[in-house]
């Protein structure tokens, strides 16, 4: 699976949208971009998915670039509950495969008041 | 909450012990994955079934560890003759064949 590379840490203003951008330029034609996220001591939980196309679901944007070589996911009114350290992943959904999920460190979102 | 469950929450041992984890996936979902996570680091896959076939297992899962899902449902994961660097969260996810994989509580297994 391809490596995907994020900011360690951002900020984000209660209320605001929060932007989280990720990097895979190593990305296959057949890998789908995922986005997890932790909050403290608790198991990941997903979030959006996507291949080429921009996506949208009741938490969250994924806007991939026409190229697919970065993401971004975007949380359009971040609130505290958002708090968690925000994972992207690329990975093959082929059968035959594993589709085993690599994570990297992710991106510690803190929103603040 | 028809979600992914996991039994106990939370272990503490002695090193030298055995200690058993319990991993109930989401009912329809034929694929099962173990993940483990140290502090400060995201999830590290260990192994997964697809029914109750153990298809894969990472150099992560050491000799000691030994994972199974007997009639393709819940799944146990065993650590034998315990070390302190097996403290982590072990984590569960189910997924129906390689769609979203979604994840338990975890169990946190603390070795002193």
């Known amino acids: 699976d391809a490596k995907t590379t994020q900011p360690t840490s951002m900020d984000c203003a209660e209320g605001r949208a929060a932007n989280l951008p990720c990097n895979h330029s190593?990305?296959?034609?057949?890998?789908?971009v995922y986005w997890y996220r932790q909050i403290h001591s608790q198991g990941p939980q997903y979030i959006i998915h996507g291949l080429k196309n921009n996506e949208t679901n009741e938490m969250a944007s994924l806007i991939i670039t026409e190229d697919r070589k970065s993401s971004t996911l975007i949380l359009p009114h971040a609130t505290l509950r958002d708090t968690a350290v925000y994972y992207c992943i690329v990975r093959v959904k082929g059968t035959g495969t594993a589709s085993k999920l690599t994570f990297g460190t992710g991106t510690r979102l803190q929103v603040t008041l | 909450d028809t979600g992914v469950s996991q039994d106990p929450r939370h272990k503490i041992t002695k090193r030298g012990q055995n200690v058993t984890f319990r991993c109930d996936p989401i009912s329809e979902h034929n694929r099962l994955y173990w993940y483990r996570q140290t502090l400060g680091q995201g999830p590290e896959f260990l192994t997964y079934?697809?029914?109750?076939?153990?298809?894969?297992k990472s150099r992560l899962l050491s000799d000691r560890f030994s994972a199974e899902r007997p009639k393709g449902s819940f799944s146990t994961l065993e650590i034998q003759r315990t070390e302190q660097g097996d403290s982590a969260m072990y984590l569960c996810a189910s997924s129906l064949y390689t769609d979203t994989q979604y994840f338990g509580p975890g169990t946190r297994l603390t070795v002193l």
């Open positions: 190593t990305i296959s034609g057949n890998e789908y």
């Open positions: 079934f697809q029914n109750e076939a153990q298809l894969e």
